[in-house]
């Protein structure tokens, strides 16, 4: 507490050196303008490069690189050197201060005050980061854009952000049936259980996120179902990400899913990605909404799925995508 | 005594092996900077804040780790006639996480997380002795009773660990738990220091009469031990050492274990040679190890699984080699 | 100097006494066999004798002080202890079990003086193992363990020296010599109290024997008043014979017939 204020007290100056809070509800002040930032948190790595502060980034976690060419492409025109710049989530704090950052943003969870005091000690400012929520994905992207200059435009983004958000929510408000969703985590047997954003996600799209009532196995964020279970649940909906082991395939050939709605309908699909996955918290969350709601009940949102999604990567990446390339990722 | 000077001489390993690893780091540093920064001479800022701030609170907590692990280990190993235990046995790490993991759920910063561990781990103890002392204080009755209390803990850590948020707090007591001194800063290393000082000078002025434990109760009654009550007393400051280095590493394994048996190897049984000795190892094995651990990678390797890796293979070998020594296992 | 008890009685189990009024004085220079069956006394006794337990009635005397008004350390100066097992956790070498034994004499947080090693010293030569200085315990013959617990109890100084069955589990050559030295430290001053199974060591070695049975004693006297055949049918329950040489036995052999 000392140290913050006297740094509040002696590093004050005119634009920066106001206290910024971030999300683990600590005050931090940047003395000036960052021009090296280093990222350890994968939705807030993607929020600097929304915020057109890529080449500000000097290292990078990335909970995972785009595997699609159409998505790595776009990056490397994005950041010709992202590769470069990628970290390990947990780096030594020397391989951190090796690079010199103006300022980390960390995870709250992950890093939380123990990086920040160790990194106060050789007096580089910690920002930590907690959006696990769509608000919380919202607070990130200002914060950031306040931490490197760039209200304006994080504004902006929040802005298109919740304007996604409200019209899906609107048009799936009053649908019925509401079918009932299954997000698969790691494993076809995970289930994402609890308030977790991939159940946030589920409900705001108009279904029924059936690991919603589960409580969450201690330290994660999914639980395991009996196959018993899944009859009983009778999932109409199965949803599988990209960085889980189990993919569509694997529910319809396993002997255990036949019997369900979804794998007799063929209502099993992958979460899509691009960047990041869609459906780990990031600025990509909001188009994974507007899939989920368009995949569950089409047409609800009066949106058009392929022209959202390349005016969003034009809009918060400045990245050009051609119509006819996106539409063929979804296979359109 | 037959070799004192070198197990005094044991204990003086650590210095060059702090120096060096004071030297060693992801951040390039020159050794005659790294002199600099530590004299007091003409270097950068950044450079001088990461030796001093960094570098030389990290390296000093994992000298005394080091040393608190192995002397503990070493007495209890006497103390409860049992060459398989370390000073884990009476509940102290259960306690500590499970006072590392209240403080996750009250209050986040990390110096009330180390006084919550602390705190836990000795009361840990405290409930075993107490417990032990219902039943008469003898050796087994402690170790059973140690058992009880540490499952227990671990029963309620569980508890807490089900009640924590699972988006915040809950990994956040995961990755204490898991352990390492990554993120060790000076202030933390005062309280550490002053429990270090205190059962390390202890043991090191007590250490021959250590041997007398490791006698059966009635024949060290007969030499005129009070068994009882110095059992209690070497246990408290057992207590304290193990508490307070597992308060600021979480748990690493292994050290207390194995450092003793590789000192006894070199030494010989007796306590007045092998405490200093186990001290000196205990130390500059863990500052190499956490040398290893915050430079072998970009990414920091969890201390607790390098500990891990090495000692099961080393114990295998020096544990053979004990039971060939005393012709078998009884 | 006498260590003298006078009506001990005491009970692991309240109501069923092991020892029942038993008066025995030990005495310097004097070495005294407690002879009995598997359960008659002999070991508690000794215990009791040597501070280790407190008996339930009657009280231990050293020279008309109660034994219990000694601290541990001050007892420990004056009576030794030899146990029957030593079994450290850890190989330690003879000479620093035998150093063991000054622990009355090295005070709290510091290490054995110049002095403590040269009486250390000197107890290792008066039982002849300055050659086994250095061995580790558990390369020792049970023999020499014997006698280096001995040579402990020596190093320990007291006057009188309590050793619960050393000729226990030992060849009769190794049975010899052990008792050989205690009869030689004994005829440089010390008392010794000695249980055994062997009437026939008693026969050998003792100055005067004390035969136990059901937590009482027989008899006590010299050798061959005690160890006679009579009295030992009483105390084991079986019938003996008597080897001599017209001076009393120089045997006793459970009889035959």
């Known amino acids: ?332 | 005594m037959r070799r004192p000077t070198f197990a005094w001489g044991v204990l003086l390993l650590p210095l060059p092996v702090v120096f060096l690893a004071l030297m060693v780091g992801r951040y390039p540093i020159s050794p005659g900077e790294v002199w600099a920064a530590l004299t007091g001479g003409e270097v950068a800022e950044v450079v001088r804040a990461l030796v001093l701030r960094i570098r030389l609170p990290r390296v000093g907590a994992a000298a005394l780790v080091g040393a608190n692990l192995a002397v503990a280990g070493a007495v209890y190993q006497g103390v409860f006639r049992n060459p398989l235990v370390e000073g884990r046995l009476l509940g102290v790490s259960s306690g500590a996480g499970l006072g590392a993991a209240l403080a996750f759920l009250l209050y986040r910063q990390p110096v009330v997380v180390q006084a919550f561990a602390f705190t836990g781990g000795i009361a840990g103890v405290a409930l075993t002795s107490l417990l032990g002392w219902a039943f008469g204080a003898g050796v087994l009755v402690l170790v059973i009773a140690g058992v009880l209390v540490d499952s227990f803990l671990s029963a309620v850590l569980g508890i807490v660990k089900y009640a924590a948020d699972p988006l915040g707090t809950l990994p956040a007591i995961t990755y204490w738990l898991l352990g390492g001194l990554s993120g060790v800063r000076a202030p933390d290393l005062l309280p550490l220091g002053i429990a270090s000082a205190i059962g390390l000078s202890f043991f090191l002025l007590f250490r021959w009469r250590v041997n007398l434990l490791t006698l059966a109760d009635q024949e060290a009654e007969a030499l005129g031990v009070r068994v009882r009550v110095t059992r209690f007393l070497v246990v408290g400051m057992g207590t304290l050492l193990v508490a307070s280095a597992v308060s600021v590493s979480g748990i690493v394994s292994w050290v207390g274990l194995l450092v003793p048996h590789a000192a006894r190897a070199v030494v010989g049984p007796d306590y007045a040679r092998l405490l200093p000795a186990a001290a000196g190892v205990g130390a500059a094995l863990v500052v190499v190890l956490d040398t290893v651990a915050r430079t072998a990678l970009t990414a920091e390797i969890p201390l607790g699984v390098l500990t891990g890796l090495l000692g099961a293979p080393l114990f295998l070998v020096l544990f053979l080699r004990f039971l060939r020594e005393r012709g078998g296992w009884r | 100097m006498t260590l003298r008890t006078k009506d001990l009685v005491y009970a692991y189990v309240p109501g069923r006494p092991v020892l029942r009024r038993v008066s025995l004085d030990l005495r310097s220079r004097e070495t005294t066999f407690l002879l009995g069956p598997n359960g008659s006394g002999k070991t508690t006794f000794l215990d009791c004798a040597g501070g280790l337990r407190a008996p339930g009635e009657g009280e231990v005397l050293l020279e008309d002080h109660p034994l219990a008004s000694f601290s541990a350390r001050q007892r420990a100066r004056l009576v030794g202890y030899v146990p029957q097992f030593h079994e450290p956790p850890f190989n330690f070498t003879a000479w620093e079990v035998v150093l063991m034994g000054r622990a009355p004499y090295v005070r709290w947080l510091s290490q054995p003086s110049a002095r403590d090693r040269a009486a250390a010293a000197e107890a290792l030569t008066a039982l002849s193992l300055e050659g086994f200085r250095d061995r580790p315990y558990y390369t020792l013959s049970g023999g020499e363990r014997r006698l280096v617990l001995v040579a402990r109890g020596l190093a320990q100084g007291a006057a009188f020296l309590l050793l619960d069955e050393p000729d226990a589990h030992l060849d009769p050559a190794n049975q010899h010599r052990v008792l050989r030295a205690v009869q030689e430290v004994v005829a440089k001053g010390l008392g010794a109290g000695v249980s055994s199974h062997s009437p026939n060591n008693a026969l050998l070695y003792a100055d005067r024997v004390a035969l136990f049975s059901s937590g009482e004693i027989l008899a006590t006297g010299v050798p061959s008043a005690v160890v006679t055949p009579p009295l030992l049918e009483r105390a084991y329950g079986i019938p003996f014979v008597a080897v001599g040489d017209g001076n009393g036995p120089r045997a006793v052999l459970p009889s035959l017939t």
């Open chain 1, 1 to 332: 507490m000392m140290r913050l204020f006297l740094a509040v007290l002696f590093l004050a100056a005119p634009v920066f050196g106001q206290p910024v809070v971030d999300q683990a509800g600590r005050e931090v002040v940047l003395p000036r303008a960052p021009q090296r930032v280093v990222s350890l948190h994968g939705g807030a790595s993607w929020i600097v490069y929304a915020l057109g502060a890529g080449d500000l980034l000097v290292g990078a976690y990335f909970a995972s690189l785009p595997s699609l060419p159409l998505a790595a492409d776009a990056l490397g025109g994005l950041d010709p050197r992202y590769r470069d710049k990628e970290l390990p989530v947990k780096p030594t704090v020397e391989a951190l201060v090796a690079l010199r950052p103006d300022v980390v943003l960390a995870s709250s969870v992950v890093h939380g005050e123990s990086l920040a005091s160790l990194l106060g000690e050789v007096r580089i400012p910690t920002v930590l980061y907690y959006p696990e929520t769509l608000p919380g994905i919202e607070e990130a992207i200002l914060l950031t854009g306040k931490l490197l200059g760039r209200e304006e435009r994080a504004t902006a983004l929040v802005g298109r952000f919740r304007d996604i958000v409200a019209r899906v929510s609107a048009g799936t408000e009053k649908r019925t049936p509401r079918p009932r969703v299954y997000f698969a985590a790691y494993t076809a047997q995970n289930v994402y259980a609890g308030d977790v954003i991939q159940n946030v996600l589920i409900e705001l799209a108009g279904g029924i996120p059936l690991g919603k009532a589960l409580a969450p196995r201690p330290g994660l964020f999914w639980q395991r179902v009996d196959p018993e279970g899944i009859l009983v649940w009778d999932p109409e909906v199965i949803l599988v990400p990209v960085y889980s082991r189990a993919s569509p395939t694997t529910f319809f050939t396993d002997p255990i899913w036949q019997g369900v709605t979804a794998v007799r309908t063929k209502r099993v699909y992958r979460f899509p990605e691009f960047f990041a996955a869609w459906d780990i918290p990031g600025p990509e969350v909001v188009l994974g909404l507007l899939w989920l709601a368009e995949t569950l009940h089409p047409g609800s949102t009066g949106l058009d799925l392929v022209s959202e999604v390349v005016r969003f990567y034009e809009e918060f990446y400045g990245a050009k995508l051609a119509h006819n390339d996106v539409a063929a990722l979804f296979g359109r």
